[in-house]
């Protein structure tokens, strides 16, 4: 997601980014560093302690001393590169600050906004849901006077200084914040995993034709926009629906069964009778037989036993819940399968239930049920 927002920032014009960077800052650096002289200029600005989004901010004054006005937008949201030019586009030129705003059914998830004749007149942190409402996207055009504001930004109740009060401060004192509208699916909050199935299903939607590199064999069948990448292969007897997309070196069937909204990765391998359905296996995942995933995003480096089920509807056919910080939470999902950690593995036969998650290297021995999440690293040798 990180790569194709700077990609879309850069096809709307912008030239320089300073990233921040904190967690897993050094192969946050590895892997844009691959992009080498294309696309925009790259600096990376170290967050020394994680005290919240004003904070992250305060660490780019250097970096943008003499800039009049810059953008900030969150790297770990969906952002289409229609919306990101839609709002560049809107703010060109403009002298007052701005935000994006989006619809939204579930604003407790994000800050709702009252605006009141194209213009911004509070943000209101996780409210109670109530309804559909207008959120904020967290896109922001704003203006060098807002770094005054921050010095003076105290912790929120949580501890954390947060760039949205630093914004309503700057409403109070009279500056201006215009409400840019994206449209529908041009962005997406990432909070919970399963917002990850979202974002990829509204990215894959964008998808009109088949392309690629890989081989497809005799006897295997192609419906719909599939993008094949180099060196993969699709085996006889597989059955691909798109919007789909394989990676570079995968191996699909034989007689597997790949459905629509489904990403696969590189040097995967869904192998024979195999069932793929509306999930994201991740690079070096295996799912070698006999197996069914559904809904369900697999981590890197991932191998599941011949058998093995991620069951993704509940019996009584209810929303799927799943377990976050000691607390269940809605997904607002009839169906949601299981969330892998990277290096999962698992025997023979075992099933896991909706909405569990398995932290990153946890080992499931064969023929285990799985109905609540693992740890990271644990190893599960009876029905939990």
């Known amino acids: 997601m990180l790569e194709r927002t ?16 904190y967690h897993k800052e050094e192969k946050i650096k590895e892997v844009l560093s691959t992009r080498g002289a294309r696309g925009p200029h790259i600096t990376f600005v170290h967050q020394e302690r994680l005290l919240g989004t004003a904070d992250a901010l305060r660490s780019c004054e250097k970096w943008l001393k003499g800039e009049s006005s810059f953008l900030v937008i969150h790297g770990d949201d969906y952002y289409s590169k229609r919306g990101i030019a839609k709002f560049l586009a809107a703010v060109d030129g403009l002298d007052d600050q701005a935000v994006a ?14 605006i009141d004749r194209g213009a911004v007149v509070s943000i209101h942190e996780k ?6 409402a207008k959120v904020n996207a967290a896109l922001y055009h704003l203006s060098s006077s807002i770094f005054r504001i921050l010095k003076s930004v105290r912790p929120s109740a949580r501890g954390e ?3 949205t009060d630093a914004v309503n401060q700057s409403i109070r004192t009279g500056n201006s914040l215009r409400a840019i ?24 939607q964008n998808m009109n034709r088949s392309r690629g590199k890989g081989g497809v064999e005799r006897g295997a069948s192609i419906a719909g926009p599939v993008a094949i990448g180099k060196g993969a292969t699709i085996k006889s007897g597989s059955y691909i629906e798109g919007p789909a997309v394989i990676g570079e070196n995968s191996l699909i069937g034989p007689n597997s ?13 869904v192998g024979a009778g195999c069932e793929v359905k509306a999930s994201i296996l991740m690079n070096n995942s295996h799912v070698p037989h006999l197996s069914y995933v559904g809904d369900s995003i697999l981590g890197e480096g991932c191998s599941l036993g011949a058998g093995t089920i991620t069951a993704n509807l509940r019996f009584d056919d209810s929303s799927v819940l799943s377990m976050v910080r000691g607390e269940l939470v809605n997904s607002r999902r009839r169906k949601l399968g ?16 909706p909405g569990v998650k398995l932290g990153a290297g946890a080992r499931i021995w064969p023929g285990v049920s799985v109905r609540r999440d693992v740890p990271r690293g644990a190893t599960v040798r009876e029905n939990a």
């Open 6 to 21: 700077i990609e879309g920032l850069a096809n709307a014009g912008i030239r320089e980014i300073a990233i921040l960077t």
């Open 101 to 114: 705003t989006a619809d939204s059914d579930d604003p407790s998830r994000f800050g709702s906004l009252e």
């Open 127 to 132: 409210v109670t849901s109530n309804g559909p």
């Open 161 to 163: 200084y947060e760039l």
């Open 181 to 204: 509208p994206l449209a529908k699916n041009d962005w997406h909050g990432v909070t919970y995993p399963w917002d990850l199935l979202i974002a990829n299903q509204i990215e894959l």
């Open 257 to 269: 069964y790949i459905r629509p909204f489904t990403s696969i990765g590189s040097n995967c391998k």
């Open 338 to 353: 299981a969330i892998l950690g990277d290096g999962v593995r698992t025997g023979i036969n075992v099933s896991i239930f």
